[in-house]
């Protein structure tokens, strides 16, 4: 079976649970003596046999070594089939994404980064695997050889040319360059708005004659302030659609690599609008594809900045410079909230996880990794993977692409079409280490989880009652338990009355 591991079981079917706890048994009609139906074994114990027929023991076997004729409940099972699972990739390509490594053979986080991709779109365990990919920034078509500006006309209809300056006082120099200024009047009576050069990061200088800087400093050039395009919808239109990967270097994977060669990293990082364009195109996918299993894989290697925002590590927060309105939220909450709301199903649309992986310098690692981390919890992943630059990041982030490969997929799967009792149906768990237990059906099916709880289980997506279920799915607390036992199995059996979580 592709896109899970590979698990053993007797008839059984390899779904990917965890276990949950107490569970108490369905209310059933159980067998009686004779040749047909008739009443119920007492709860406890073994109903009354016959020639004909079997009573039913209230403690069910669901063993995969049943028998028919054992004075307990016959079990079948059943294979169950994963979700396809698809993922939407929208990629970090800011001009940051050129500094350099300091592990490994890679120059830049770009080719560490590049190597990971394509490794993980070539591996055979990502067979059958739909992948789709994303950049951003995306940039305005007619300032895309226009990296840099000194005046306001090399920018068209998408200036000003912003300039990074700060409040300098007259006649002096200063090396403490924030906060930013626009011109003099946003600067104290005895100061004036002067140009900030860059004296080698991290060391910066302003200064208004007399006062001079170090020949060694030279001046930022400009940036045009609507270059990077911050519209949504722009980022909702995949660079490359999803399809399914072969599991080789040949199809959709060779399409990818072609895309990702041609990419030369450039511009800033419009995360807001970036996010919600790719959990909009993810969505849309999902509902063309029905039965498909849609995630967005956020992969950035910093913080969601513009060309004269900076980030204050004193105070952990960004501070905005010249601020595009179309480019926000900027803040973390707000991008989070962007994440949260592809996890939600409100109007039936579906719901769409967002996995972020961080990819900062081993210095901003500690600051960042928790500002990614709301992130990742917005979007139901509970926390974001960081990969710093002194790893070896591109096989460690290919380590961590394999692991969300699993955890996407292991909570949801289908259901036969036909032939399903709905009331008679079990799963059992198997630990790594070989300890056997029942997961209980959760209460309230068809309503995306809502009776699930911290005893964790499982549900339906439809109701019984009012109509025929197409897929089981693990509770969060199941699920998560799931995924820190990878070597467990998970068997659906088919045929005794349904126990529910107690």
Known sequence: MNNTRTIFGIGATALLFACSAGVKQTPFDGGS???GPGT????????????????????????????????????????????????????????????????GTMA????????????????????????????????????????????DSQCGTFGPCDRRKTCVQTGK???VVTPLCVDNTTCAANQVCALIQDCGEPNYCAADAPGTCAPSCTVFPGYCHARDICDSTAYATPVVPIAALSGSATGQAATLATSLTGRVPDGYTPTAPALKGA?????????SHAGHKLAVVLVTDGLPLGFTDFFDTALGAIKPGFPRTECNPIDIPGIAAIAADGVATTGGVPSVPTFVIGIPSAAEAAVIGPMLNQIATGGGTKSAIL????????????????????KAISCEYKLPATGVDFK???????????????????????????????????????????????????????????????????????????IDVG
Not at 279 to 287: D, L, M, P, S
Not at 396 to 406: C, D, F, G, P, Q
């Open 424 to 498: 008679k149906v079990n799963v059992s768990f198997t630990s790594g280490s070989n300890v056997q237990s029942t997961i209980g059906h959760a209460p309230i099916d068809g309503t995306d989880g809502a009776g699930c709880d911290a005893r964790g289980g499982w549900y339906y997506d439809k109701d019984p009652m009012t109509g025929a279920p197409t897929k089981i799915t693990a509770c969060p607390a199941t699920c998560t338990m799931l995924q820190t036992d990878l070597d467990g199995k998970v068997d659906v059996v088919l045929g005794c009355p349904t």
């Open 40 to 103: 119920g074994g007492t709860t406890g114990n073994a109903g009354t046999t016959g020639t004909g027929g079997s009573g039913f023991d209230a403690a069910v076997d669901i063993a995969v070594g049943d028998t028919k004729n054992d004075g307990i409940c016959s079990a079948t099972s059943t294979t169950a089939e994963p979700l396809p699972l698809d993922l939407f990739f929208i990629v970090d390509v800011s001009k940051s994404m050129t500094r350099p490594t300091s592990f």
């Open 108 to 151: 830049s986080k770009w080719d560490a980064v590049r190597s990971a991709m394509n490794g993980f779109f070539t591996d055979a365990q990502s067979a059958g695997l739909g992948v789709g990919l994303g950049y951003f920034p995306a940039l305005q078509p007619s300032l895309a050889q226009v990296p840099t500006c000194t005046m």
């Open 173 to 175: 120099s200063t090396t």
């Open 279 to 287: 959990i909009q195109y993810a969505r849309q996918y999902a509902q």
């Open 387 to 406: 990969v710093d630059t002194s790893m070896d990041v591109s096989q460690v982030l290919r380590t961590k692409l394999a692991e969300i490969r699993t």
């Open 33 to 35: 003596a004779g040749t």
